[in-house]
């Protein structure tokens, strides 16, 4: 990946719309070069789609969440019982491994706290394997970035 990868990324995640000729005049190269290079990027994997970018709040997703999860055991066999039913949840946005006092974070998105307790009962106290779950609520967002800092 070289210097020019790197601005169509940058351009990309900006305008993920944006034509070879719009991306051609941010990047200096012409079209047809950087058309092959987006289609270069798709394939080996480092463009891994494109998505309209939805304000939460106008859908009705005013909760934001955050769960720590610690498992009761970490068996091969209860950690990939609990990534694939993580993986099956809609409302479960992002689902990271991570050290410290729990075994999993996950950002959760739902319409109210009412919901949010509605998907523990139902969800995530139904999951085998997990000894804990502490919750954190997020009162404002102040930043929410999808960008990658290339």
């Not at 523990?120 to 990658?148: M, W």
Request: net charge negative.
């Amino acid at each position: 990946m070289d210097k020019t990868d790197v601005a169509i990324l940058k351009a990309l995640q900006e305008d993920g719309r944006a034509s070879a000729q719009q991306l051609s005049d941010r990047v200096g190269l012409s079209a047809a070069p950087v058309w092959r290079r987006v289609k270069a990027l798709e394939s080996d994997g480092t463009i891994v789609g494109y998505a309209a970018q939805v304000d939460r709040t106008k859908v009705g997703l005013h909760g934001c969440m955050f769960a720590q999860i610690s498992l009761e055991r970490h068996s091969s066999d209860t950690v990939e019982n609990f990534e694939r039913t993580v993986r099956s949840a809609p409302e479960i946005l992002e689902c990271y491994a991570v050290t410290g006092d729990s075994d999993y974070l996950l950002k959760i998105l739902v319409e109210s706290p009412e919901d949010y307790d509605r998907f523990l009962h139902r969800f995530l106290f139904n999951l085998p394997g997990i000894r804990q779950t502490r919750t954190i609520v997020a009162l404002r967002e102040i930043k929410h970035e999808q960008r990658l800092p290339l």
